[in-house]
């Protein structure tokens, strides 16, 4: 086990931990925890860092994180509910075209 891993005071942010905040700092950037798909400033990420980032032996997740522009990720969002609105309302024409053929059928 790593000797800065033996004293480590629990408050104490992993090492990989705190260079990515540190990196997300100096880039003016925020960090995306790809599994929950959040989204945290520095100072966020910084109270949450340690029960989100897990190490087993040699295994670890730091490769679910991720240094991004907050802008990217809203315009990817944005995309995501043009797709979504476009989808509803092309079922939404399919059930009023389907419903007013039936409405003339019982006629």
Known sequence: MPE???NRDRTELYPVMATLIDDAIKS???IYHKTTKKWYTPEEFREVANSLYYTNRDKNNGNEF???SPI???NLRLQTLKKVTDEIEI???RIDDYYSIEVKKKR
């Open 4 to 6: 800065w891993r033996k």
């Open 28 to 30: 003016g950037l925020w």
């Open 66 to 68: 991720a240094i991004m």
């Open 72 to 74: 990217s990720g809203l």
């Open 91 to 93: 079922f939404k024409k």
